[in-house]
């Protein structure tokens, strides 16, 4: 290799005595042709100067040499032996020299080390990082620095840091010098430090950890939970302030105590026998216990008892937790009253009756007995709540089902329905029929009779009857409820008997109410199917001569043919189809008397539309009537209205009220059905009533009963005295007309004359 301290000088100090030499050389040459001993002697003696000059000149350059070369040796030790390992490379990655000490870490003689690529000795895993120093260390020229792993040649792993820098090398190439120091063990000494805090970290993580969870368990210890810990003898070593608070005791009563201080004596020996083999067998108990206090007061308490254990599995201390259940049991309780029962009468309600029902049912499968439901609905209770209040109602319902419990057996059901409704539940009856019919036949009378009893109802006394139902049930054959709509079947059959009866529900009161069900069900659509359609029955007066004509509603069922209106008016009334019926009566009616009035024969007659109750009392009744009025313009004194005696009754006042502003139309008015209601003077004269209709009723008994001919005779006569109209209606012999004419009543209707007939069939009677 050669020294960067340059031979340079030393050659030019040789020429420099060279140069010098040859110019004196030159100069004696010329001098000596010409010249005198004494000059040359002269010259000689220059020439030995000039030797001594030279000689010295050489003993300076030979030192200078020395110095050189020993310059030289001291800095290729100190290149070769520095501690840390230098390198040089070429742009491309190769190694060119190295020191002894680059040598030494990379593991491969100087001479080996020679081209070799430098990445080689890279740690696979930080290449990437090494390529782009690299990259930076070519381009910007400037001394970089990088900390990264490499490997000697035989593979071990070492760390380095790495210093470089681009530089031109003699030959005006650009080199790379790089310097690495191995700092292994500083990054051994980093690595054990980091790991050694992260450690020092989690040891102060789990400390807070404990922490917290002490701090968890002393908040759970406090907790409304009493809890107490005793030792492996069962003595008492600790206790929280919630043990306190629930069974009155202080710390100092309790510690050393065992905590049958607690026992209330509701369990016995064995309870507790067992519950301790529990707790040894299995290490817990759980359940409620009755305890005492210690003020002596008993109470129901959750009770949690656990065995602790050391290593070695045996018991060191057991744990209690406890908590006062007294509250949430009553709680629990009154909410299990308040679904399963009434408030008023504390009976079972319709819930809990149900439940009972499905029980029965599976046990009268089994024991093949009958059992049987009474559905008992008091009389005219609504009268009651009307006049008296409902304070009295609710008295008197109470009273009603201290009778009902006292007139059934221990094992019975009583339940309250709701309003006025109870229920009775009677099992075990006999395994025969007609025994069981007997028995429960018994019980309800011996209900009607205890209800019928006189109730006091603080200063008033009242009296009440009831309507019973009755069902005889076995086996699952029906559901719960279809035996209790059976029942209230029966119930409905009583009311209708009169009241203050019991009725047993049969086949055939079932069959009517299915019939009723799906009459109902094809009523919705009759009339959009045009299955409706009025018939008209001649008005009368004497001399046979027709003024009008009542309509008459007819339903032509497809299968069942005319449908009369006694069966599916009342229907139509329970669910509002009435309404959308009543409608259509009245505009179809309008319309023929529209027809009626453009023909000579027809156009003074009148038409009587019957208008049911629910009809009549839609608030928008007297607008809907002046509306289909004027919209088929016709003129409103050919409309006649029949309403009956409960119409009116229901609400006279609304009545009077809508009455008189169609009267104010020119719509007239006739009372159907009269004499068969409530009919009272005082009422009737203060309705703007234009006619009475006489009750067919009446009509047909004139000649038979004596009493009717002087109903007929008062109607007639009532009549008279408002001012009103008189028509009969039913008259189907001549003997009655002419009884009814002879007392004042020139106008009737009936079979005698006509039945009510289709349209076309009553023109016929004017030739049409
Ligand atoms: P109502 O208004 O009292 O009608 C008179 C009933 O007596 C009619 O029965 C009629 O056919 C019948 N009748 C007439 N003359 C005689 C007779 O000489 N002998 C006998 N035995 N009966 C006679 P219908 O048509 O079966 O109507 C029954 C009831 O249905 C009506 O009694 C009325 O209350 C109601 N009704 C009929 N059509 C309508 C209607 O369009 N709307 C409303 N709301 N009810 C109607
Ligand atoms: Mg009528
Ligand atoms: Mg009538």
Redesign the pocket.
């Known amino acids: 290799m050669t020294s960067p301290v340059e031979t340079s000088s030393n050659t030019g100090l040789r020429k420099q005595a060279e140069d010098i030499l040859q110019g004196k050389a030159a100069q004696f040459s010329g001098q000596l042709k010409g010249l005198s001993e004494e000059a040359m002697e002269e010259l000689l003696h220059e020439l030995h100067v000039h030797q001594i000059e030279l000689e010295l000149q050489n003993e300076e350059l030979r030192q200078t040499q020395l110095e050189l070369d020993i310059a030289k040796t001291h800095f290729f030790e100190l290149y070769d032996l520095a501690p840390a390992a230098y390198l040089t490379m070429t742009q491309q990655g190769l190694i060119q020299q190295t020191n002894l000490a680059a040598a030494t870490l990379l593991g491969l003689s100087r001479r080996n080390l020679m081209n070799k690529k430098f990445s080689n000795f890279i740690f696979e895993a930080d290449l990437a990082v090494y390529y782009s120093f690299f990259k930076q260390l070519v381009e910007s020229r400037e001394q970089q620095v990088l900390e990264l792993r490499m490997h000697k040649n035989d593979g071990m792993q070492f760390w380095v840091h790495m210093e470089a820098k681009a530089a031109q090398s003699e030959e005006d190439v650009p080199t790379l010098r790089v310097v690495l120091t191995d700092i292994s063990e500083r990054i051994q000494t980093e690595i054990a430090l980091r790991e050694n805090i992260v450690h020092i970290q989690s040891l102060v993580d789990s400390a807070r950890e404990t922490e917290n969870a002490l701090r968890i368990a002393a908040t759970v210890f406090e907790s409304l939970e009493g809890i107490f810990i005793t030792d492996a003898n069962r003595a008492i070593l600790r206790t929280n302030q919630a043990v306190f608070n629930i069974t009155g005791y202080c710390e100092k009563e309790l510690i050393g105590q065992n905590p049958n201080i607690f026992s209330s004596g509701c369990q016995d020996a064995c309870f507790y026998k067992a519950m301790w083999k529990m707790i040894n067998e299995t290490g817990i108990w759980d359940g409620e216990v009755w305890n005492r206090r210690k003020n002596g007061d008993i109470y129901p308490q959750h009770l949690t008892v656990s065995s602790v254990k050391d290593t070695a599995g045996k018991v060191t201390n057991y744990v209690a937790t406890l908590t006062d259940i007294s509250q949430s049991q009553l709680a629990a309780d009154k909410i299990k009253f308040l679904a399963f029962y009434d408030p008023l009468t504390k009976l079972p309600n319709r819930i809990l009756l149900r439940e009972r029902l499905t029980l029965a049912l599976i046990s009268s499968q089994r024991n093949k007995h009958n059992s049987a439901l009474l559905f008992i609905d008091l009389d005219n209770f609504k009268n009651l709540n009307d006049t008296l209040g409902h304070d009295m109602g609710d008295l008197l319902l109470q009273q009603v089902s201290e009778r009902l419990v006292h007139s059934v057996r221990e094992g019975d059901t009583v339940a309250r329905l709701g309003g006025d409704e109870f229920v009775v539940m009677l099992e075990d009856l006999s395994a025969s029929i007609n025994e069981a019919v007997i028995q429960v036949e018994a019980v309800g009378h011996k209900i009607l009779e205890s209800i019928n009893k006189s109730y006091q109802l603080t200063t008033y006394f009242y009296n009440c009857t009831s309507s019973i139902g009755i069902t005889l049930f076995t086996g699952q054959q029906q559901t719960g409820d279809e035996i209790l709509k059976q029942a209230d079947i029966a119930m409905y059959q009583a009311k209708a008997a009169g009241r203050n009866a019991l009725r047993f529900f049969d086949q055939q009161m079932q069959d009517t109410i299915t019939n009723r069900v799906s009459l109902e069900r094809d009523l919705e659509n009759a009339l959009a199917e045009n299955q409706i359609m009025l018939y008209y029955?001649p008005q009368l007066q004497s001399g046979n001569q027709i003024i009008g004509a009542?309509?008459?509603?007819r339903w032509h069922h497809p299968e069942r043919g005319f449908v009369?209106?006694?069966d599916f008016?009342p229907l139509a009334e329970e669910n509002k189809l009435?309404l959308a019926i009543?409608q259509w009566?009245l505009e179809t009616a309008c319309a023929q008397i529209k027809k009626w009035e453009s023909c000579e024969q027809t156009k003074n007659l009148t038409i009587a539309?019957?208008?049911?109750a629910r009809?009549f009392h839609q608030i928008d009744f007297v607008e809907n009537v002046r509306q289909v009025l004027k919209d088929i313009a016709i003129n409103p004194n050919k409309l006649k209205l029949?309403l009956t005696e409960t119409v009116v009754l229901d609400d006279i006042e609304g009545t009077i009220n809508k009455m008189n502003a169609l009267h104010e139309l020119g719509v007239s008015f006739s009372m159907?059905?009269f004499g068969t209601g409530y009919s009272s003077l005082s009422y009737l004269s203060r309705l703007p009533m234009d006619q009475l209709k006489i009750d067919?009723s009446f009509v047909l008994n004139i000649n038979i009963n004596i009493t009717d001919a002087v109903i007929v005779q008062t109607i007639i006569g009532m009549a008279k005295n408002l001012y009103m109209e008189v028509i009969a209606?039913?008259?189907?012999t001549e003997q009655q007309r002419q009884f009814l004419e002879l007392n004042g009543c020139s106008q009737y209707?009936?079979?005698?004359f006509s039945?009510?007939v289709p349209i076309a069939e009553f023109e016929k009677f004017f030739g049409l």
Do not use: R, T, W
């Open positions: 029955q009542e309509a008459l509603i009369p209106p006694s008016i009435i009543g009566v539309v019957n208008v049911s009809q029949e159907d059905d067919q209606e039913g008259v189907e209707q009936g079979y005698l039945k009510p």
